[in-house]
């Protein structure tokens, strides 16, 4: 039997709803999806507040009409801008000498006392494990048999009051019931990375529009997350500025660059319209200025955070994946931004026959995320379906 969900993601700068089933063959089929471009947030606030229910609703409608559903019910989620990651290890006694679910949770929860998550404020949306250890054994995703301590290291993912409140106030302008708030990056990371990617902790990059966003994964848990405030459309931008023409034209300019040229690409011009139509043609060697000047800017704060910051949750083994709509469509970006951080890189994508590219990682993500959110619940009733059953001899 086949499970249908509506998702809405915040990107910084489009809104993308989604409508998506599960079941069967396929485990995310897109049925329908609307996005809409609208002017994003900085600093954590929404730069165009007015503008907000309109875009919401734009997204969402879009959506229900290529679906040809309604929206009743959504699941939000909530971008990398508007989360705080908290990351703690702990240690638990098996005073029966067994690890079991009980276990699980109660070295989670040490951890969560350890950071005194419930003095955080805002919403926590997810604690997940980054690793288990039992007595002085490997570290595991899969923690069992018998032992004497069990170690962990859990991530908790905790979403901003307010954008909970400002997102609560535009979707109920829409009369669609909101059924939970889940973690974009989260989602992006477990779709985007493989399990073998994530043992060995891995480095995803999201440049988006606005901001970029950095997170080491390792196991099923975020253990490192950074905003940098700086994306693609800064590029973008610069090439307005400096050139003096709309963003759309230095939008497509942008898309067109060629980072490492052939003999073809050295001698070329970018030609774009301006609205009233007229032809504007300009050298490479004036558009290569600026592009390269502004992605080093970029890459700059990204190799500095890695370096900085990241670094200690890496290993040699570490991969590094980017996606995200800023630069990963651009030829040549990955490899220019490999140089920078002195690492391989690769353009990482979802597969899905429907939105398969880097722009809607974030997007697809959510979905997935989703579905496994609601696959977890199913199992936890059903686990306790099974010990009431028990506890009560089978009767009915």
């Known amino acids: ?26 485990r995310l089929d897109i049925i329908g999806s609307g996005t809409v471009p609208y002017d994003g947030y900085s600093d954590g606030d929404w730069n165009t507040p007015g503008q907000m ?23 939000v989620g909530v971008p990398g801008e508007y989360i705080h990651v908290r990351v703690a290890e702990a240690e638990v006694d098996l005073p029966e000498g067994v690890v079991d679910e009980a276990a699980i949770n109660a070295v989670q929860d040490a951890a969560a006392d350890e950071l005194h998550i419930q003095e955080q404020g805002g919403l926590v949306m997810h604690r997940t494990p980054s690793w288990f250890i039992v007595d002085d054994g490997k570290k595991t995703m899969t923690p069992g048999g018998r032992g004497t301590k069990l170690r962990a290291r859990t991530a908790f993912i905790i979403a901003d009051p ?13 009369n669609i019931t909101i059924l939970g708030f889940l973690s974009c990056s989260l989602g992006e990371s477990l779709l985007m990375l493989s399990l073998e990617d994530r043992d060995r902790g891995a480095l995803l990059i999201d440049v988006g529009y606005l901001n970029t966003e950095i997170c080491v994964v390792e196991g099923d848990a975020i253990v490192y997350h950074a905003i940098l405030p700086r994306g693609g459309g800064h590029i973008t931008a610069d090439l307005a500025t400096q050139l003096r023409i709309p963003m759309r034209a230095a ?5 067109g660059y060629v980072f490492s040229p052939d003999e073809f690409d050295m001698d070329s011009f970018s030609e774009v319209y301006d609205p009233s139509g007229r032809r504007m043609t300009f050298p490479r060697e004036q558009v290569g200025k600026i592009v390269e000047e ?19 949750f890496l290993t040699k083994r570490s991969q590094v994946f980017l996606t995200g709509g800023g630069i990963a469509l651009m030829r040549g970006a990955r490899e220019a931004l490999a ?4 690492r391989p890189v690769k353009v990482s994508a979802a597969k899905s026959s429907k939105l398969n590219s880097p722009v ?37």
Do not use: W
Request: net charge negative.
């Open 339 to 342: 140089a920078r951080i002195d």
């Open 360 to 396: 809607y990682s974030a997007s697809l993500g959510l979905a997935d995320l989703v579905f496994d959110s609601i696959e977890h619940q199913d199992a936890q009733e059903e686990r306790l379906g099974s010990r009431l059953k028990n506890l009560f001899g089978g009767r009915g």
């Open 162 to 174: 307010q954008f909970i409140d400002d997102v609560s106030e535009m979707i109920g302008a829409q």
């Open 1 to 26: 039997m086949k499970t249908q969900i509506a998702a809405i993601e915040f990107g910084t700068s489009k809104i993308v709803t989604v409508i998506a089933q599960s079941g069967g063959m396929d």
């Open 53 to 75: 229910i309109q875009r919401v609703r734009d997204s969402i409608a879009a959506a229900e009409l290529e679906a040809n559903s309604k929206i009743r019910e959504i699941y």
């Open 251 to 255: 939008e497509q300019i942008k898309r």
């Open 294 to 312: 502004s992605f080093s800017e970029l890459a700059d704060m990204i190799d500095m955070t890695v370096r900085n910051d990241a670094e200690p």
